[in-house]
């Protein structure tokens, strides 16, 4: 991964394609997220953020998904 950045999807800016390196276990809602798509591996795009930093939308597999900032804290990427 030499020459990328590696960051949390909450602290990725709004408008950057990156790809997920990991998803933390502890996570309580892992599993659903993986059935969503966002997996390691997985190309995601974020789109935006809401007015109070909530939710988070992010673009995978061709669907806009909106997730708690809270859960984009567990996911690292890298772009």
């Not at 974020?46 to 804290?73: E, F, I, S, Y």
Request: hydrophobic share 45%; proline share 5%; aromatic share 6%.
């Amino acid at each position: 991964m030499e020459g990328l950045l590696i960051t949390t999807l909450c602290d990725l800016p709004a408008g950057n394609a990156c790809t997920i390196i990991g998803v933390d276990d502890s996570l309580p809602v892992k599993k659903r997220l993986d059935e969503l798509g966002l997996f390691t591996g997985a190309d995601i795009y974020k789109l935006q953020v809401g007015p109070q930093g909530n939710p988070v939308a992010v673009r995978v597999c061709g669907a806009v998904l909106a997730l708690r900032a809270d859960d984009t804290r567990y996911i690292s990427v890298a772009y």
